[in-house]
C-alpha cells in the first residue's frame, strides 16, 4: 500500500485548497469542491471496495478504464 503520511496542504495562489504528496503536482480545487468530494466519502470508499479488482494502486502500473463512471 502507497505511504501517504507525508500529506500537507496549503492555499493556492487563486485561493483553491491544494493538497501536496498525493502526485508529482499538487491537487487543487477550491473549498466548495473538497466539501462537495468529502461529503461523498463513503460513496467513493464503497465503489473503491466494489470494484476493487478494476483499479489500480500507485506504484502497481497504470489502471486501465473498464465502463467509466458511477452515479454516486
Known sequence: ???????????????????????????????????AILAKGAAITAFCKDHASELGVKGEGSATIKDGHSAL
Open 1 to 35: 500500500m502507497s505511504n501517504f503520511k507525508n500529506l500537507t496542504v496549503k492555499v493556492s495562489a487563486k485561493g483553491c485548497v491544494s493538497v501536496y504528496g498525493l502526485r508529482r503536482f499538487p491537487i487543487s480545487l477550491y473549498a466548495d469542491e473538497w466539501t
